[in-house]
């Protein structure tokens, strides 16, 4: 979701961007014009600092030397955005432009380093999202002030074993909750914070048991939960054993029971491990 100020942007730049810079991010801008372009006002408006008058109208849209507001953001929310405009404009005086930037997935690293540092929450829970933020970024900003760029780190694929250990500990019970959710937390996180969640509607141990990557051992053991939340989760995951669905068909919550039942039954008594939950021997060769 954009934020709020993004709908009332008006660039302010610090310095005028150079002229092989202007062309592209025109040329970007271009691209995502609707089709029968729409009536524009008159002027241009000057948002690379100053008043334009130069007259401006369709087939139009802007002048060369002056994109609007509204196209600089949607050429920066395209991905084919060049890497060079997404730098230079990770400068620029408005945080909606920032912003944008933070969320292009084309921005290069040494660029979300950078932004890593903005004085805006939102900017800085962007890049601590981002697939490509620098791993010393994530660990600085999974210590930020803000639970929500906390979060996002937490969530965050690429984030390091060592980044998710602490986030693990964070004082947020959502953030704890966010890490049991990564597909790359350790099993031994999984497995501290599944043990260390005190209470019932937290939320951390529901995460846990839907963790793509939760052993089934620890499954074993969450298929006893007293949350009846964690023990669908459960009986929803592929790495949950046969004899541990078998157990929980006669689960007393009737959703459980049924879910249970239900990959019993699809899955033919099979599961991604076999009957004893562990991993199959291997076939002996020739």
């Not at 810079?21 to 006002?41: M, Y």
């Not at 995460?207 to 499954?219: E, K």
């Not at 929980?248 to 033919?268: K, N, S, W």
Request: aromatic share 2%; hydrophobic share 30%.
């Amino acid at each position: 979701m954009n934020p709020p100020w993004s709908n009332q942007y008006r660039r302010r730049s610090s310095s005028p961007p150079s002229p092989q810079v202007l062309p592209g991010l025109f040329t970007q801008a271009s691209i995502s014009l609707p089709d029968p372009v729409p009536p524009v006002p008159s002027r241009c408006g000057g948002i690379w600092g100053g008043e334009c008058t130069e007259p401006v109208g369709p087939p139009d849209w802007a002048c060369r030397e002056h994109p609007r507001p509204d196209q600089t953001l949607a050429a920066l929310a395209r991905p084919e955005c060049p890497p060079e405009i997404l730098s230079w404009l990770s400068n620029d005086l408005s945080p909606a432009v920032r912003w944008e930037v933070a969320n292009n997935p084309s921005t290069p690293p040494e660029t979300l380093g950078r932004l890593g540092d903005d004085k805006h929450t939102s900017i800085r829970k962007a890049v601590a999202a981002h697939s490509a933020c620098p791993p010393g970024m994530l660990e600085k900003l999974c210590h930020d002030e803000s639970w929500e760029v906390r979060n996002s780190v937490a969530r965050n694929p690429a984030a390091s074993p060592g980044v998710l250990r602490m986030t693990g500990h964070d004082r947020a019970s959502l953030v704890r909750a966010s890490t049991a959710t990564n597909p790359s937390c350790p099993p031994e996180m999984l497995r501290l914070l599944a043990q260390r969640s005190a209470h019932r509607q937290d939320g951390v141990r529901q995460s846990v048991a839907g963790n793509p990557s939760c052993p089934s051992d620890m499954l074993r053991v969450l298929a006893l939960d007293d949350n009846p939340a964690v023990r669908l989760n459960v009986a929803r995951h592929p790495n949950t054993g046969e004899l541990t669905l078998q157990t929980m068909i006669h689960d007393p919550e009737p959703q459980v029971a049924r879910t249970a039942a239900g990959r019993l039954a699809a899955q033919g008594g099979k599961t991604k491990t076999d009957l004893t939950d562990k991993p199959p021997a291997s076939t002996p060769a020739g």
